[in-house]
């Protein structure tokens, strides 16, 4: 599969707690933090719902 480089470009205060959980579980801890995971539906989808407070870029392996 693909991998994904997600960044974290906007803050998460004063956002719904869902959206919060969301970042926790993509590993995203802070501002301008990043990582790399696979591009399967399930990481994919979370990056949907969170797509306002991230960057997403392919990773050439």
Do not use: Y
């Amino acid at each position: 599969m693909a991998k994904i480089e997600i960044k974290q470009v906007k803050s998460r205060i004063n956002r719904p707690a869902h959206q919060k959980k969301t970042l926790d579980a993509l590993g995203l801890r802070k501002l301008n933090h990043s990582v790399v995971l696979e591009a399967c539906p399930e990481v994919l989808g979370m990056v949907n719902v969170v797509r306002h407070l991230v960057k997403v870029t392919e990773v050439a392996e």
